[in-house]
């Protein structure tokens, strides 16, 4: 294949399999590639995922019916590659190749041809609007922050996202945007394990937000902690790097292993536990947990946004009774006065406000702290004393993922 065009096709071949399999893109191989191509075909593919309707729109203009889903996604791989401004020339001969080389798509060549050669000249080609979120989600979205809220989530989605760094103080890191809560934030495409202090263990990938709940609990030294749900482990390394007594635990094997991994590359330390928090039983209770619970993941939308179209709210009853059995178990693992952290990274109030109102009927000897955090700004805080992150905030850094979160005491 011509240089650029194995990466497309690859991006098209990831599509397939998202659009037409229900697979996440995490899922979905990559992995003959050599990493740069690689690296070029998930970001097409997610740039696509990112704008896939308004391309849709764009297609159905110059489309007198629709064509199979393999020549589709080839056309909106195509679509966004123009609208972001690269070269025509390029891009359609790459789309039209791709097509010629399958056995089923190559009678849709010439199609494919005239329909990429007609969009630069149809006086609608000025760049594609952000993909809307769908109305499963949208929907109590709107009804709980307003439509205007909603569309500057939308529009925080559809760039790609900035990498953050959780830092280890004396350590050397890579040279970033300092956000007000303390992450490091860089700008643009990296290599991350060519970035200063990877191999001297100075920082983890973990999102703004995600890094909330771990400052949130506050861990002291030598205390015991315990991190519930613990994989992939960045809320490990914040416990273990803060002088604490750390056990994580994960039902997960394989993620498990990441975390594993993590904690030799940093040099950091802690006891991890393979098992279903439904069924393991600690030998003594803890000073502090912390329980980032399974969730729908709608707060991580804007780093995977195939999520909107592989999922469709289904399994939401299921998650939130789940979130709140592990809640319930693990107070009962908190010594008196111990403190919880719950967290979800999801938009939706049913696994966040009303989780923790539903958690303080239940328990009425809890009360919810919150404490001053750097970086916080006060309307984050809700009457009840918990922690909404959205998107939008910090959107002209980059934005951020959606998390909810709670500090629990127990009296």
Request: net charge neutral; with cysteine.
């Amino acid at each position: 294949m011509a240089e650029g065009v194995k990466a497309r096709a690859t991006a098209a071949m990831i599509l397939d399999g998202i659009l037409g399999e229900g697979r996440m893109l995490e899922d979905v191989s990559a992995a003959d590639l050599p990493p740069a191509d690689r690296a070029r075909a998930l970001r097409l593919a997610a740039t696509t995922l990112r704008h896939l309707e308004p391309a849709d729109r764009l297609l159905d203009r110059h489309l007198r019916k629709a064509p199979p889903l393999a020549v589709r996604n080839v056309l909106r791989l195509a679509v966004v590659e123009l609208a972001d401004g690269a070269p025509a020339h390029g891009v359609v001969n790459a789309a039209v190749q791709i097509i010629r080389q399958g056995k089923r798509t190559a009678h849709f060549a010439g199609l494919v041809n005239a329909v990429l050669r007609a969009l630069p000249a149809s006086g609608h080609f000025d760049g594609l609007p952000p993909q809307r979120l769908p109305r499963w989600l949208r929907q109590p979205l709107v009804h709980a922050h307003g439509r205007e809220v909603v569309t500057a989530i939308e529009a925080v989605q559809a760039a790609e996202p900035p990498l953050d760094l959780t830092l280890r103080p004396g350590l050397p890191a890579p040279e970033g945007e300092l956000l007000p809560s303390g992450s490091l934030r860089l700008h643009g495409p990296a290599q991350v394990s060519a970035l200063p202090g990877y191999e001297a263990g100075g920082w983890w990938v973990q999102d703004a937000a995600a890094a909330m709940p771990a400052r949130l609990l506050a861990p002291q030294p030598g205390e015991r902690v315990l991190d519930l749900c613990a994989a992939p482990g960045g809320k490990t390394l914040q416990l273990a790097a803060a002088g604490a007594e750390v056990t994580a635990v994960d039902i997960s094997a394989p993620r498990m292993a990441r975390v594993e991994a993590n904690l030799k590359r940093t040099g950091l330390s802690a006891r991890t536990v393979v098992a279903d928090a439904l069924h393991w039983q600690p030998e003594a209770p803890f000073d502090a947990i912390l329980l980032d619970a399974p969730c729908s993941a709608t707060g991580t939308i804007r780093r995977h946004p195939d999520l909107p179209f592989v999922k469709d709210g289904s399994d939401l009853p299921a998650l939130v009774a789940l979130q709140a059995q592990l809640l319930d178990r693990a107070l009962g693992w908190l010594k008196p006065g111990g403190r919880l952290v719950f967290a979800t990274c999801s938009l939706l109030p049913e696994e966040g406000e009303d989780q923790l109102a539903a958690a303080l009927e239940r328990h009425p000897q809890l009360s919810v702290d919150r404490p001053d955090l750097p970086g916080v700004a006060k309307d984050w805080w809700t009457p009840a004393g918990g922690l909404r992150l959205r998107p939008d905030y910090w959107a002209d850094k980059g934005g951020m993922d959606g998390f909810f979160m709670a500090i629990l005491r127990r009296n």
